[in-house]
């Protein structure tokens, strides 16, 4: 799996500070570092529509059918996704779940299912079958390629879902990846957020929120 933060607005916090300035009408409190104060208030009341104000895109690389099927229900979103329709997947690649691959005996069976399925659609397109046919027989384990843009507040809810211990693991650690990345670049909006690297989770500190 690849996460690469491919854009985010620029001084995001800042703009956001801007943005939520307007309802207060509070700009001469403007200063050099007055954005973290602000922002980390806006969170703490609940504040959240300002920081639809911020947006940032991810491409994720080397994940599942099944972990962008969850993604894309995201609604407040915007996605783009590697079309089997257009790109062969004569030579897919695929992701293994850790529990298969911890069982030789689950193992063995999965690899050899994947093996049927590739030279199944290789045969398939030797017989002229397009792609977009073809590609009924491809399982959700098959890598593909998705860039996700939204704004900070549904990476907020993205997160509140997708980082506990208790989502689907390949999800959470592609939510866990953009929340990393996405503390450094706007740390405030995203601080109520405690990373526990031991168990590969995260959880959202619970607020006074209105």
């Known amino acids: 799996m690849k996460v690469t933060l491919i854009h985010i607005t620029e001084n995001a916090e800042r703009i956001i ?6 309802a207060y009408k509070s700009f001469s409190k403007i200063t050099a570092d007055s954005s973290a104060k602000f922002v980390k208030m806006l969170v703490k009341l609940g504040h959240h529509s300002v920081l639809e104000h911020a947006v940032a895109s991810f491409r994720i690389q080397g994940v599942s059918r099944a972990l ?46 994947m093996e049927k399925v590739r030279k199944g659609y290789e045969e398939l397109a030797s017989l002229d079958i397009p792609k977009e046919d073809a590609r009924f027989i491809i399982p959700n384990a098959v890598f593909t390629e998705i860039v996700i843009t939204a704004n900070l507040r549904e990476f907020r809810h993205i997160f509140e879902l997708r980082c506990k211990g208790d989502a689907q693991w390949e999800i959470r650690e592609a939510a866990l990846e953009m929340l990393k990345i996405l503390k450094k670049h706007a740390p405030n909006v995203f601080a109520d957020f405690i990373i526990d690297e031991q168990k590969k989770n995260a959880e959202r500190l619970k607020t006074n929120e209105k």
Not at 17 to 22: D, I, V
Not at 73 to 98: C, D, G, M
Request: positive net charge.
């Open 68 to 113: 962008t099927h969850q993604l894309v229900r995201h609604r407040l979103a915007s996605f783009t996704q590697k079309s089997q329709r257009y790109v062969s997947e004569k030579n897919f690649e695929y992701v293994i779940p850790p529990k298969i691959k911890a069982n030789p005996e689950a193992l063995k069976i999965f690899e050899e299912t």
């Open 17 to 22: 500070e801007e943005a939520g300035r307007t």
